[in-house]
């Protein structure tokens, strides 16, 4: 391979694909037919609450689960029966996981070694993968002499050693502090750019690293796939009211259809943007779930007769609940029409206060018009 890093994987491009991949444990499904691709060279983000699945479902790549239905391919290759070592993956998991007994290299080498390596590239390979990750100073130092970035940085040159064509990465920030992990995610950047056909599955529940990193996230909800997209097209036109909760935060809007293409909301009248293509409108009386993102709300001046609908700018009235100074923003909680609104506006000079009567205003484009009611679960996402 050519990559700029010399180490890309040695099998050349290799995509993930799960073939309605199942998992049962004792009659429960945790995986229920989940069907994915990861291109070569992408990068995939697995986002979903803890519990979701999504530890399973890397490990049915990596080959520590046996799916109950469906098939692993790798590369185009059915690897659903192979052992772990045979499959060309790497693996990294929250947990720094290295041998304490291992001094770095050693713990670097050990995948080249379970796989007969000979010797001389084994040095190789491990200068190699200490060198991308910023190790190489460190090769001679024990685990518990390393901070836990570092532990973490080894564990991913160790994965890196065996030249996977699919990197696994389980959650692998999230025993780090904010500060360490925003660096951290900016270096697995950089390692992607160096090793740009190498394939990265990343499991988080963190939103911030899936946006941050991810060419196409996965929506993982209950064991089932919800969504797929750019992270751009998860934010702007969410399909499910759980991918808008769980994709940035949201006002999901119970509302009616109306016979003028409209929405109401008690009294207010409310547009939304043309639907997305293939995304048939609700029929007249009809409830749906309007969601508009809280920053797209704005507060209209008191004096302001707050511009009606007619110029694609939609109005809701309701009462100040609560006000929340962040440092950048105020966040207005308000009850309109029986429905809590949480709105983010730019830090005011004299904020409303609890009990005033208020107008919030958003574009009809803002707003993104999801299938059917809103399933209660999902209302505080
Ligand atoms: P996530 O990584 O999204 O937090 P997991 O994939 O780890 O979720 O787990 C999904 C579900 O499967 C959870 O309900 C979990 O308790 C269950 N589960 C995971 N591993 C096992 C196991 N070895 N035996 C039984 N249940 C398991
Ligand atoms: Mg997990």
Redesign the pocket.
């Known amino acids: 391979m050519s990559g700029a890093g010399g180490a890309a994987g040695a099998t050349g491009a290799s995509g993930i694909r799960f073939d309605r991949v199942s998992v049962s444990?004792?009659g429960?499904t945790?995986?229920d037919a989940l069907d994915l691709t990861v291109e070569p060279g992408e990068v995939m983000a697995l986002l979903?609450?803890?519990?979701?699945?999504?530890?399973?479902?890397l490990r049915a790549v990596a080959g520590f689960v046996a799916p109950s239905a469906g098939r692993v391919l790798i590369g185009g290759h059915d690897v659903t029966g192979l052992p772990p070592y045979r499959r060309g993956i790497g693996m990294v998991v929250q947990q720094y996981a290295l041998f304490p007994h291992l001094r770095v290299e050693q713990n670097v080498a050990f995948g080249l070694r379970a796989r007969r390596t000979p010797r001389a590239e084994v040095s190789a390979r491990v200068a190699e993968a200490l060198e991308m990750t910023g190790m190489a100073a460190y090769a001679r130092r024990y685990p518990r002499e390393l901070s836990g970035g570092q532990q973490q940085r080894v564990a991913i040159a160790r994965a890196l050693a065996v030249r996977p064509g699919v990197l696994l990465l389980d959650e692998p920030l999230s025993a780090l502090d904010a500060r360490l992990r925003s660096g951290m995610l900016a270096e697995l950047a950089r390692l992607h750019r160096e090793l740009p056909h190498m394939s990265i599955l990343y499991?988080t529940?963190d939103q911030i690293e899936a946006l941050t990193l991810a060419d196409r996230i996965a929506v993982?909800d209950q064991?089932r796939l919800q969504d797929c997209g750019t992270p751009h097209e998860l934010y702007r036109t969410p399909r499910t009211a759980f991918t808008a909760g769980f994709v940035g935060s949201a006002n999901l809007l119970t509302v009616r259809a109306h016979e003028d293409g409209g929405f109401r909301l008690g009294a207010a009248a409310l547009r939304v943007a043309p639907d997305t293509p293939g995304r048939a409108g609700p029929a007249p009386g009809a409830e749906a779930t309007v969601c508009v993102r809280p920053h797209l709300l704005r507060l209209a001046e008191a004096a302001e007769p707050a511009a009606g609908p007619g110029a694609g700018v939609n109005v809701l009235r309701g009462t100040v609940t609560g006000v929340q100074w962040r440092g950048h923003t105020h966040r207005l909680l308000v009850d309109s029409c029986g429905q809590q609104l949480r709105a983010d506006v730019g830090d005011l000079r004299q904020p409303p206060q609890a009990g005033d009567e208020i107008a919030l205003t958003f574009h009809a484009e803002d707003a993104v018009l999801l299938p059917g009611g809103l399933a209660k679960e999902a209302r505080h996402g």
């Open positions: 444990y004792g429960t945790v995986l979903g609450p803890s519990g979701s699945g999504k530890t399973t479902a499991v529940h993982l064991a």
